[in-house]
């Protein structure tokens, strides 16, 4: 599935969040989404994962538009938030059978599916703790597994590695790449190292507005690393 953005605009009051952002992502590509610290990356993936109401524009999955009362399209697409709010009083696995009924799913299939998620996310040794018991990089598998539960083709992960110490940032990475197969991914990011080992194209925005929308091959082109030219478009 592909994603489409249409002169996306969200505005806070008199603050202008994201300014007119167009950009596509194709079927199957794993995007970075990069931007200073409140560029709006956070608020244009709350409106991809159809949580926010854009002040004009529109977003698209395949020809579908997504919106935030629509169902049809958000079952085929999963979204972690940055700050993933968890049910800390619930056993893993609770909160995921919850999940996967919120997405749908029901019955032995559920069930199994739980089970299968717990495995694919490394959930396993700590699946019958309840979330609050958990340390953070495994709550952040909690969240990874909540947004697969449905196995949706499209993934909106905002910071999925953000607070992680080095091991827990690369078996988070690890797992980001192993599920990546057949689906379409938009992740956000601060660390550059991250969009290098996971990514092969880059959006950047900064201050609202899109600065660049284009393969790390291409952009790193002049022996630049991508740091610098990230520095030097969001200056
Ligand atoms: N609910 C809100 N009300 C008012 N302003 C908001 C709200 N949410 C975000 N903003 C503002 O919109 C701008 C974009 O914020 P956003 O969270 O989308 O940025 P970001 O690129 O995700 O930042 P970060 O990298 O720090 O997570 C910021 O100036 C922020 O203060």
Redesign the pocket.
Known sequence: MSIRVNKLTKT??A?T?VNSLSFEINTGEIVGFL??????????MKILAGYLRPTSGEAFLDEELISVDGVSNKRKLGYLP?HNPLYLEMYVAEYLTYMGELSGLKGKFLKDRVIEIIELVGLGPEKNKKIEQLSKGYRQRVGLAQALIHDPEVLILD?PTTGLDPNQLVEIRNLIKKISKNKTIIL?T?IMQEVEALCTKVIVINKGNLVASDSIINLTKNGKTLESVFSELTK
């Open positions: 806070y009051g603050q969040a931007g200073p610290n409140g560029a709006g990356k956070s608020t244009t940055e910071e956000s601060h």
